[in-house]
């Protein structure tokens, strides 16, 4: 890469043609760019462009000279006038790349049109229009190819951006792993520090969105290794939105004089770089932590600038956020009108930005912080608009606050029958609404935890797995599909084909089949329903003379689960006859037992012990492991 004192040089040489000197031109242009020092990218422009709002100059220079300076100019119109909150840069900055696109496409150069696309994505991400900017990394993505890593790297860069802005982390999550290979292949250190500033930022997301301490500790170490990365490219910009960061998240965990330190380091290095609305960052974030101290009018005071500043220019996602920050402190200060106006307000500008993330929490927060105050047919109003907006978000603690909310609304109108007239009881059933939020719920977390209803059960914290069976049997049959069964495990790729169609139909995998011996019949269903979730066959019986029965019979059985204190015959009694009968010596047992009988059960054959109650949440996992280790027996 050629020195900014290099292109200079060349950009005075005589020898060069007017176009030559255009390239050479954007090519410094880009660089300072690539810094940060928009301004000075602006400067290097030259004669070719006066600055935003006005054309640049490509009279008689050929067509892709022009369409370099329009991509160019472009682009710097988006960061200038995101920096200075300039009204309507956003969208001349889509006129200026979207016509040197057009001017790429005629000449064929399919790596300009991918940078274009880029750029476009930018500046729809900054407007909160989240959908365009993924169709457009989506289709630059596709002309690149493997040569062109510099550009892929930043399409990837960009993408993670836009998902973890949508609130779509484990996909921003996902396209983040994907990327770390061509990362390493990466020599510039501002594009390591952009990586590593951007899985900080996942990373923090979902720490707090599923209270993962760890992924809070492991942002902390990127957001050193972004600090470092940036600080070695000489990138202050970058360091200061590092800083802004880790303001908020050590906010998050009660460290507020040390939040605040970050913060006034952001405050400095943003008021040096005349950074307008990177700075109502800084006063937003800080108006948080107010908030979380409980200095309330002190956040209201602040975060007043924040979204004037905000409102003259297109960070409209910014603004939404801003607002919402500006209501949850009105509504403190117990200002409800003026609150519930500027929520509002949040939930509109997040809607005509198409960032439905950012109004749906603008919604939540009317139903969190002024439940009490408006009126029941404005609250089912709220949350069936809440649900709207958030129906696609992955952020599980937005789900929660989404199941709280509709919960909170559901208890107000028991509380007070006297519902208002004006609903619209035919297209509207809050009954109805609420089985949906928890049928969402659940498909997501199944998703999640890869089909496995015992970590679903954990991720949508129903503490006992056979709590979300219980559910999917009685109010949500058709998620069943989604829960995974267990299949016995292939112990080599390599095909036999010499094996008989007889052969290969016996080895097809069956239905793992569980005797149950329990006497308790709520207990005995309550565990019925959850190995059947897992795609088990379950044969429950009451009493040990029976379940000896069933154990000297021929019935296949794949694991044998006892309780101890049983009519008739105990259940240490049942694994000895068990293990003395042939066909049971190696089937795996199960005592399941509030008997503090342990020793003697593994000394009359039993596998695994497990208390009652304390133990009934590992039944599953029990399950799976002797199954599995059973398995690796045969083979």
């Known amino acids: 890469m050629n020195s900014t004192r290099e292109l200079l040089h060349q950009i005075g040489d005589p020898t060069h043609t007017p176009d030559e000197r255009a390239h050479l031109r954007c090519h410094l242009a880009k660089q300072l760019e690539d810094l940060g020092n928009y301004e000075a990218a602006r400067e290097a422009m030259g004669n070719l462009w006066e600055g935003v709002g006005e054309r640049p100059i490509v009279k008689d220079l050929d067509s892709q000279t022009s369409a370099e300076i329009l991509l160019r100019v472009g682009a710097l119109t988006g960061w200038i006038g995101s920096i200075q909150q300039i009204e309507g840069a956003q969208a001349t900055s889509k006129d200026l790349i979207t016509e040197s696109m057009t001017i790429f496409m005629s000449a064929k150069r399919s790596d300009k049109v991918a940078e274009a696309e880029i750029e476009l994505a930018y500046c729809y991400w900054r407007e909160g229009a989240f959908d365009e900017a ?49 990362f390493e292949t990466i020599a510039s250190d501002a594009l390591k520090g952009r990586f590593h500033y951007g899985f900080a930022m996942l990373l923090k997301k979902l720490g707090i969105s599923e209270q993962r301490k760890d992924y809070i500790d492991r942002a902390l170490i990127e957001y050193a290794a972004a600090s470092f990365y940036f600080e070695q490219a000489g990138l202050s910009r970058y360091q200061a939105c590092v800083e802004n960061n880790l303001g908020f998240l050590i906010g998050t965990i009660g460290k507020f004089r040390e939040a605040h330190e970050h913060l006034d380091r ?37 975060v007043r600038p924040a979204v004037k500043m905000l409102e003259k220019g297109g960070e409209q996602s910014l603004l939404a956020e801003a607002l919402t920050t500006q209501g949850i402190a009105h509504a403190r200060m117990h200002h409800q009108q003026q609150a519930y106006s500027t929520l509002m307000r949040a939930v509109k500008v997040g809607e005509d930005a198409g960032d ?148 290969e139909a016996d080895r097809k995998p069956t239905i793992v089949r569980i005797l149950h011996v329990e006497d308790n019949q709520v207990v005995a269903d309550a565990v019925k329903e959850t190995l059947e979730v897992e795609g088990w066959e379950v044969d429950t019986c009451a009493e040990g003379s029976a379940g000896l029965k069933k154990i000297l019979s021929n019935a296949r059985y794949d694991l044998l689960l006892l309780d101890d204190d049983l009519p008739g015959l105990s259940g240490i009694e049942l694994v000895r006859r068990a293990r003395s009968t042939g066909h049971r010596k190696n089937t795996p047992i199960i005592v399941l037992s509030a008997a503090l009988g342990e020793a003697a059960a593994r000394e009359a054959g039993a596998n695994k012990f497990l208390h009652k109650p304390e133990d009934v949440s590992s039944i599953v996992k029990t399950i799976r492991g002797l199954l599995r280790s059973a398995e690796d027996l045969k083979t």
């Not at 930043?154 to 290979?181: F, G, M, N, Q, Y």
């Not at 960052?281 to 200095?295: N, P």
Request: include cysteine; glycine fraction near 2%; charge should be positive.
């Open 134 to 182: 993924r169709v457009m990394l989506q289709e630059a993505m596709t002309r690149l190819r493997d040569s062109d890593k510099r550009l892929k790297a930043i399409a990837l860069l960009r993408s993670t951006l836009v998902e973890t802005s949508a609130k779509r982390l484990h996909d921003a999550l996902r396209i983040h792993t994907e990327a770390v290979p061509l």
């Open 266 to 302: 952001a405050q400095a290095l943003f008021t040096s770089l005349n950074d307008k609305v990177h700075l109502a960052q800084v006063d937003e974030t800080r108006a948080r932590v107010l908030i979380a101290e409980k200095r309330i009018a002190e956040a209201e005071r602040v």
């Open 356 to 503: 439905s993330e950012s109004a749906g929490l603008a919604a939540l927060v009317i139903i969190e912080e002024l439940s009490a105050e408006i009126s029941n047919d404005n609250l089912v109003t709220t949350v069936q608009h809440a649900w709207d907006l958030l129906s696609n978000t992955q952020d599980m603690s937005t789900l929660k606050r989404l199941i709280t909310c509709a919960c909170k609304v559901v208890e107000l109108l028991h509380i007070h029958p006297g519902f208002p007239p004006s609903v619209d009881w035919k297209n509207f059933s809050l009954k109805q609404l609420l089985h949906r939020y928890e049928a969402h719920f659940i498909e997501l977390a199944l998703t999640d935890a890869d089909g496995s209803v015992t970590q679903a059960a954990h991720l949508l914290g129903l503490g006992h797995h056979q709590n979300l069976g219980s559910l999917l049997n009685r109010r949500h049959k058709n998620l069943r599909k989604a829960r995974r069964r267990i299949t016995p495990r292939r112990r080599s790729i390599i095909p036999k084909l010499n094996r008989s169609r007889s052969e």
